[in-house]
């Protein structure tokens, strides 16, 4: 089709700049995917949002091919969630979630979020010590979506330790211990079985207990969408957040100027936050789409059934629709970043994910006025993975 061959390598190595090549050159082409199978990677703005939107592109992994697909397996218990579902499944359940995310409930969580802000830079402090030192990741950005999220669920905090450790495990598989990931996958089923059981036996005001009240007395949902349901807002409200924060930060400390311009102007922090997403978004993938029948995107013709990849990354950095795309512009007037999806499949954890971030960012440079990174940027190492746009640590010094 086009003598530009990128591989998952290129698009690991320098994404950017390997999407700006296929955007030019061969916007819609078939790839080998992250599983060695073949797949359809879009990467213009206009293709990408008008096919996160397409009904006839499924989630629903049954209209995918025989052979085509190779994801990983989860057991039923976990995989009858939001992300492998079309309507009017879909439709049922998210109704159900979308309680969890209303502005009402929103407003309550912002002076809790905030204490725990406050309460993990007191330990990021005692941590660092007289070097002033820490790696940030791993001190304030990772914990305080996980603190959010479980206290929405209602999942006590001597059941979170091991939480973190198996997300990381299945965002990036050790390929040469797949054991791993079915260990990790095994304790997270029990881990989200015995949290219902608890949470059956003794209620409480949580969005779990809300859940299970759907469950069992209005019979909404069955017990596999249940558990599923409470396993996806889990993962998806710590994973995306955590890099969100964790990319925010970085954005500012290598942009000096950026960073000064937030310092002098704090109020301008909730259009920073779109800004961040647009520029170095957490998910640089749409979940996968399967065609229902031979769709044309972009004037390329995708056979039913086999998998396209939309570029949210891609899209983020399209200099048709964003003027000077790779710059970072706190100010910037162009909306309509694909960060978080659109159409019916639009996160539906956004406004949280949006507050945590703007309180996790103002807490931060409230408190730490030198904050600066701890090691050169090109020494910060991301994630080995398509799945994920995060860093593996974030060294600072304040």
């Known amino acids: 089709m086009t003598p530009l061959d990128p591989t998952v390598k290129s698009l690991l190595i320098d994404p950017y700049g390997t999407y700006a090549e296929l ?4 916007p819609v082409q078939r790839i080998v995917g992250p599983d060695g199978l073949p797949v359809w990677l879009v990467t213009r703005y206009p293709d990408v949002r008008q096919a996160l939107a397409d009904p006839r592109l499924a989630l629903d992994r049954a209209h995918a091919a025989p052979g085509n697909y190779r994801g990983f ?5 976990l995989d009858a ?16 979630v979308a309680q969890a995310f209303t502005p009402r409930r ?13 309460q993990l830079l007191d330990a990021v402090e005692d941590t660092a010590g007289p070097s002033r030192r820490v790696d940030l990741l791993a001190r304030y950005a990772a914990p305080l979506p996980i603190t959010v999220i479980c206290d929405l669920l209602g999942v006590p905090e001597d059941d979170r330790h091991d939480f973190r450790a198996w997300t990381d495990t299945l965002i990036t598989p050790d390929p040469d211990r797949p054991e791993q990931a079915r260990d990790a996958v095994r304790a997270m089923l029990a881990f989200f079985t015995g949290l219902i059981g608890r949470k059956r036996a003794e209620p409480a005001d949580d969005l779990l207990s809300d859940l299970i009240a759907v469950r069992d007395e209005q019979d909404r949902l069955s017990e596999e969408e249940l558990t599923s349901l409470a396993f996806l807002i889990l993962f998806a409200g710590y994973e995306n957040t955590v890099h969100l924060i964790a990319n925010a930060v970085l954005a500012l400390l290598t942009h000096p100027e950026q960073l000064a311009t937030l310092r002098a102007e704090p109020e301008l922090v909730a259009g920073a936050v779109e800004e961040f997403a647009r520029f170095d978004g957490p998910a640089p993938l749409a979940i996968r789409r399967f065609p229902r029948e031979d769709v044309t995107i972009g004037g390329v013709t995708v056979p039913a059934g086999e998998t396209v990849l939309l570029s949210l990354a891609s899209a983020n950095r399209d200099p048709e629709q964003f003027g000077e795309p ?15 999806g659109h159409g019916i499949h639009y996160c539906l954890g956004a ?21 600066a990174l701890g090691v050169p940027a090109e020494q910060l190492r991301h994630r080995p993975t398509m799945r994920a746009r995060g860093l593996l640590e974030l060294p600072v010094r304040f």
Request: hydrophobic residues 50%; positive net charge.
């Open 326 to 340: 790779d710059r970072l512009d706190l100010r910037r007037r162009e909306s309509g970043h694909l960060a978080l």
């Open 81 to 96: 969630n939001l992300l492998n579902m079309d309507p009017p499944d879909h439709t049922r359940i998210r109704r159900l």
């Open 23 to 26: 955007r030019a050159e061969a």
């Open 106 to 118: 929103m407003a309550a969580l912002r002076a809790p979020i905030e204490r725990v802000a406050e």
């Open 351 to 371: 406004p949280l994910a949006r507050m945590e971030t703007a309180l996790a960012i103002t807490a931060l440079l409230r408190r730490f006025p030198a904050l």
């Open 73 to 77: 397996a989860l057991p039923p218990a």
